[in-house]
């Protein structure tokens, strides 16, 4: 398959993924796209905080404010750093998504549709940035890059032009898959980010980033250190550890009222008189002293 179809394949599977996803639970839980949306919405406003927050620290750092690590500890350092930013923004933003937003999600089922907006809506911008960069790549193809770059950047941009169009379709599609098993991790956070109010325990909280943390940490440091093939394979088994995760924690909806309950308090029916029943004066005459 060339690149000209892989990009755009794996670019589709990226958005159609989640949103398949998201049409499947709708129609299983039907609870309408609103908490889907929010969850979504959850999701941009944890980059809003996130993005601009790695940045200002790489500037710390280049700039001496903040200590650099020694060369032999940077790419634990920068891996641990990386994992515990996107924990930290991530999923104290889906707490306060659950604190003061969605104050009627306290089910497991809700917790589920929320992390898949929240995972589906990342997949879907994630598509979308696939197609810009490949419009623009196809734009750019047989265009003089010195007219575009300035002359010292002319290698880096002619290098990373001929890395694109010579990626094997597999490796292309690598992306599309990591995105349909991101999205078990991203509903896993949410429903241990909702155990947080329906057990009253803040120590959820505290997991629910530490497990997002040790996931993007080791991912980074194993791509940097061992290749995409063995980071992919670590985050398929963060999917399984997190399907996992979420099936345990399944608990039960709450079950409406049975129409016996409901019979118990109805009125008696009127009891009914039969006027035709004949009196004697013996009956009338045993019933004189009663009250």
Not at 22 to 28: Q, T
Not at 170 to 180: C, K, V
Not at 216 to 230: E, L, N, P
């Amino acid at each position: 398959m060339p690149p000209t179809l892989a990009y755009p394949l794996s670019a589709f599977l990226m958005i159609a993924l989640p949103l398949g996803l998201g049409i499947a639970l709708e129609r299983k839980f039907r609870l309408g796209w609103r908490l889907w949306w929010i969850g979504g919405a959850g999701f941009v406003l944890s980059q809003v905080g996130h993005i601009p927050f790695n940045i200002g620290l790489t500037v710390l750092f280049q700039r001496g404010i903040l200590p650099a690590p020694p060369d032999s500890a940077k790419l634990v350092f920068n891996s641990t750093i990386l994992g515990l930013s996107a924990g930290l923004w991530e999923e104290l933003t889906r707490y306060a998504v659950f604190r003061w937003w969605v104050k009627d999600a306290r089910s497991w089922r809700k917790g589920v549709w929320l992390g898949a907006g929240h995972g589906g809506i990342e997949a879907v911008l994630l598509g979308i940035i696939v197609f810009a960069n490949f419009f623009y790549q196809m734009a750019i193809r047989n265009v003089d890059l010195a007219t575009l770059v300035p002359q010292e950047q002319l290698t880096i941009a002619k290098d990373a032009v001929t890395a694109y169009w010579s990626a094997p379709w597999y490796l292309i599609l690598m992306g599309a898959l990591e995105r349909a098993m991101t999205l078990p991790i991203q509903i896993c956070f949410s429903v241990l980010i909702l155990q947080s109010f329906i057990r009253g325990q803040i120590g959820w909280l505290f997991l629910a980033v530490g497990w997002h943390a040790i996931i993007d940490s080791v991912v980074v440091f194993s791509a940097s250190t061992r290749g995409v093939y063995i980071a992919e394979f670590l985050v398929a088994v963060a999917c399984l550890i997190s399907l996992t995760i979420i099936f345990v924690l399944r608990k039960p909806e709450p079950q409406p009222m049975e129409d016996s309950t409901v019979d118990a308090f109805q009125p008696e029916p009127p009891q009914v008189i039969d006027h035709n029943i004949i009196e004697t004066p013996e009956k009338i005459d045993r019933t004189r002293f009663i009250e």
